[in-house]
């Protein structure tokens, strides 16, 4: 298990790896896994919460970005944005997560991968309009006019705030807008060989995630003065994703 | 989308040609002056009742993520074959169609100058559905709602009207989030996604009257789960809901701020709301705004014959 580190959301100009037409090529796939304290995460399954509170979730995705691999300083750009969903209400799907399939990798040995969580500045200036059917990009599901920004990130669920297992209490965590947009790096020796697939785990642990966050008093934030806890959430990243082969 | 395309499109759209009796046509369920629905909580078609409300199809080229009130159908070019073989809506078989196609007087025709057919054996079902699809895809509206002519600064909103849009996509937060926005979002006040907007009421996943989605995707957390049809022109599509239960707007929203009924996958956005009766009725004015009667009367949509 590798940990993702976030990393100042700055432009640096790196180099970038060119893949000549003939050179040798592999694919690398990446699961994306929810997990709860070490465990598959079920949508429409109750965890225990903080304090004597519960949790179920019943919905879990989130906006992938600027996907790179690493070698030294230089960067090999993979996908631009994909909309990641982990709501997966039985658990071999939940166990399997979600697959992402990245062909024509130059083969070599990289030395980690980087990724955005939410959808970059220049792109989030944009609206669904301004894309095609195929792209996330496009979803106005996940375009919030209130905000001017794409929703970067949806976690919804219920709550049984008093513990006597009903659970009483809705919330929605929609992160969103600029400040918001987080990158990291994991560190992770990723070989890519010729004709041959390398798997590698993205885990996010939704316990970490809302780790400190106060989901009883603000079940929602949709206004752009109450981000305190989705801030929390969007800092959780670090603590949160954890990376294996 | 070709104009001859499209006008032997809109052709077979009101030609009852495509029923088994001559009697129903697409235009039957879906009519210009009620913004492309029927006005009943079920459709008539030629043997019966159909199992859900007809749906306005105002944009519909827009819907890329499932077609249906449940998503069971992924395009136009899909869906344009499914009226005429539904044993409630048509009852004919599209090898008939085709043969009455062929026979016809003009049809072949037309055929030849949308699709360069230099046979009549060449008619057939897929260009018919080809041809839908291309009118369909040209029911555009919005550009003259209030709403619209709001969103590009032309005109303002009446107070009541431009409160019930604040509303609507909680941008003042000292006032209450309708939530609405979320599942019918601009432009086209509908997402392409699904939700259980407490509709129905159901213990555990399992036991919807209608599972929608769920039906569809054989995934138990989707049952229950429906589309969001676009809200553009609701004075003109009463009844509402998939099962038309509402029959007027103030029930509408009334549902919304009651939270609806429970189950395990009700959306968050779903709870009481606690609106007063001056906002539920600020929200409805701003529900009127985005009517665009244009649509209602545009030549290029009226039944050609």
């Known amino acids: ?31 994306f896994k929810a997990v709860y304290d070490g465990q598959p995460l079920q949508t429409f399954t109750t965890h225990p919460f ?39 209400d039985n658990l071999a799907a939940a166990e399997a997560g979600y697959t992402l399939t990245i062909p024509n990798v130059a083969t070599g040995s990289y030395d980690g991968i980087k990724f955005g969580l939410g959808v970059p500045p220049d792109l989030n200036q944009k609206k669904p309009a301004d894309f ?15 905000w001017n920004s794409y929703i970067f990130s949806k976690t919804e669920g219920r709550l049984d705030t008093l513990g006597n297992g009903t659970l ?38 939704y316990k970490d995630l809302l780790q400190g966050v106060d989901i009883k008093s ?28 | 989308m070709t104009v001859d395309g499209i006008r032997l499109g809109r052709k077979l759209f009101y030609d009852p040609i495509l029923s088994v009796d001559s009697t129903v046509s697409c235009a039957t369920c879906h009519q210009q002056a009620l913004s492309f629905t029927d006005g009943l909580d079920r459709s008539q078609g030629v043997a019966g009742m ?10 519909v080229g827009f819907h890329y993520d499932g077609l249906f009130w449940d998503g069971r159908s992924p395009n136009l070019e899909h869906l344009s074959l499914i009226p005429p073989e539904d044993p409630i809506e048509m009852a004919e078989t599209w090898d008939n169609v085709e043969l009455k196609l062929r026979n016809h007087p003009v049809y072949p025709t037309d055929f030849r100058q949308a699709f360069g057919i230099d046979n009549v054996s060449g008619i057939d079902r897929h260009l018919a559905a080809k041809a839908i699809s291309q009118f369909l895809r040209t029911i555009v509206s919005g550009h003259n709602s209030r709403y619209d002519r709001f969103v590009r600064g032309e005109i303002f909103l009446e107070e009541n009207e431009f409160n019930g849009y604040l509303m609507f996509f909680n941008i003042d937060p000292s006032l209450p989030d309708a939530q609405c926005g979320h599942c019918h979002n601009a432009p086209l006040m509908a997402t392409n996604d699904y939700f259980n907007n407490g509709l129905q009421e159901s213990p555990d996943l399992y036991s919807f009257p209608d599972p929608g989605l769920g039906a569809i995707t054989g995934i138990a957390s989707d049952n229950g789960r429906f589309k969001p049809p676009t809200l553009r022109n609701l004075v003109f599509t009463a ?23 429970e189950s395990p996958n009700k959306s968050s956005f779903m709870f009481n709301l606690v609106l007063t009766e001056s906002q539920k009725a600020d929200i409805l004015a701003f529900l009127l705004t985005l009517t665009d009667s244009t649509t209602l009367t545009n030549p290029a949509f009226k039944n050609p014959f």
């Open chain 2, 239 to 261: 009844p509402y809901m998939h099962d038309g239960r509402f029959k007027t707007l103030p029930e509408v929203v009334d549902h919304y701020a009651s939270g609806g009924k």
């Open chain 1, 50 to 88: 903080e304090g004597i509170q519960q949790i179920q979730f019943t919905h879990l995705s989130m906006m992938v970005a600027d996907l790179q691999l690493v070698k030294g300083s230089a960067v090999k750009d993979l996908d631009d944005i994909e909309l990641v969903d982990l709501s997966f």
């Open chain 1, 132 to 146: 095609s059917s195929g792209s996330p990009l496009s979803k106005t599901g996940y375009y919030w006019v209130a």
């Open chain 1, 1 to 31: 298990m590798r940990p993702f580190i976030l990393l100042a959301v700055t432009a640096f100009v790196v180099g970038f790896i060119s893949c000549k037409e003939d050179n040798p090529e592999g694919t690398l796939t990446l699961h």
């Open chain 1, 218 to 245: 603000h079940p929602q934030n949709h206004t752009q003065s109450d981000t305190s806890e989705i801030v929390k959430i969007v800092n959780n990243y670090g603590t949160s994703i954890t990376l294996s082969l």
């Open chain 2, 50 to 59: 159909t199992r859900r409300g007809s749906l306005s199809l105002i944009n």
């Open chain 1, 168 to 205: 009483d209490l809705g919330f929605a965590m929609h992160t969103g807008s600029d400040a918001l947009y987080r990158a990291g790096q994991g560190t992770i020796p990723i070989v890519i060989e010729e004709g041959k697939t390398t798997n590698m785990n993205v885990l996010l642990d």
